[in-house]
């Protein structure tokens, strides 16, 4: 298994450069590397339900350079793969520059699993920068047929890899230290490390996984791009720092000790800005950085979330930006997900989540779960696009594969009569406020997401981090 795994790891980065020399082959190479990964994370104990041992590889042990897999790292892989094999049946023809997006598609593939799958320092920091540089060349990607977005797209592009490396030259700074203190790479050393190490190699993850107030980029990164582009991003790569923080949680009593509330932060900061936009897809991109704070709100269901919000934000964007019969079916499919319709993944996720919880950290979220709700019922009733320049049938594909995962949900331990009840009353509640929501005199407002906004986020959560950290992490709180 060992073997397979390092091969697993390295073809995609070898795909992507083969693809130079034999161009025919990018987009069956692509198609074929999401396949094994789908199988790969089957095979570890990546479907909802199923368990496995973990695999663990120590590559350079004397510096605890390590990657492990689990369940819960298996469960974010299969979203991987999923998503992956979903955005390449988009490539054909008919997709201007299908090819080049392809090959990139093949390194930000890679370079999310290997983030995922890294319990090292460097190894997560070495393929979070390769990924922000795939990351980058998606955004400012833009088909021939819509020649009018190009400057835009490139600035937001460049505004994105701004920020990616400034927060992770944090990060890299804060690795430094904590190797000068314990001589290892590895994320358990930080049970040892400094406040201020702390603080920097968390300000690094919170802004790869569009957290909080370090999430400012999200939501003008997701309006700019292709939907097609959209569903990548949104599918796994903003996922990949949201789990590089969690697993460093575990390694980190203090950082352990803070995560609910920057969760709960991030879903109340993000939820009140989608509220207040107009537009679906600013609506859907600050519900993003609200079900950020789902994600790691409960670090032993992170994957399954991950895995759960990661199917249905693909079937939202896409889905919102077609017209024709299969629009409905992938936004009903997609929004009863998020808001936990009892049945599915969605449901069994947050209830599984919700019940790990601190009780004020529980209801805090079921009550963003209204605001979900609402959001997914604006959603159901936003007009109607002008145009769908893409074919049909990768709709009915999208939908099946996305829609059969996310009904893969049938988790015994989710279905209690308290999570029942919660789910029901949340869902009647947020469908009401979603049906008059429009009616409601609230004025639209928009925050401001420039570059100096963004940097300027970063700069207040590194210090709320430094303060939290390293001058009341002792103090007992509820």
Sequence with gaps: MTELTLVWIVLPF????????????????????????????????????????????????????????????????????????????????????????????LVVHGSANAVVISADLISAYVALEVLSVGVFLLLTYGRTNQPTVGERQLWVGLRYLFMSNVAMLFYLVGTVLVYGRTGSLAMRSLADATPTALALIAIGLLAKGAIFAAGLWLPLTYVSADPVMVAVLSGFTTKAGAMALVRCSEASAVLAQWLPYLSAGSAVFGIVLALGTRTPQQLLAWSSVSQMGFVIAAPQWAGLYGLAHGLAKPLLFIGSSVMGRWRWPMLIVGAASLAGVPGGLGYAAKALSLSALAP???????????????????????????????????????????????????????????????????????????????????????????????????????????????????????
């Design 14 to 105: 070898l795909l992507a450069f083969a693809t130079y020399l034999v161009p025919v082959l990018t987009r069956p190479g692509l198609i074929a590397m999401a396949l094994l990964t789908v199988a790969y994370a089957v095979q570890q104990g990546g479907l909802p339900g199923s368990t496995q041992t973990a695999l663990e590889l120590n590559l350079l042990d004397h510096f605890g350079v390590t990657l492990q897999i689990n369940a819960n790292v298996a469960s974010m892989l299969l979203a991987h793969g999923l998503v992956t094999l979903v955005v390449a049946l988009y490539l054909d023809r008919r997709f201007v520059g299908n090819r080049f997006v392809a090959m990139q598609l």
């Design 360 to 478: 004020w950290h529980e209801w805090l979220l079921t009550a963003v779960t209204v605001g979900t709700t609402c959001l997914g019922v604006r959603i159901l009733r936003a007009p109607v696009p002008k145009a769908d320049p893409t074919p049909r049938w990768q709709h009915k594909a999208t939908l099946a594969i996305l829609g059969c995962g996310l009904l893969w949900g049938w988790l015994p331990a989710a279905y209690t009569t308290a999570s029942l009840v919660k789910a029901l009353a949340t869902l009647g509640l947020g469908g009401l406020l979603g049906w008059f929501w429009e009616r409601l005199a609230f004025p639209a407002w928009r925050l401001d997401e420039g570059l100096e906004a963004v940097m300027g986020g970063l700069g207040v959560v590194l210090l709320l981090l430094l303060l939290l950290f390293g001058g009341v992490n002792y103090v007992g709180l509820p």
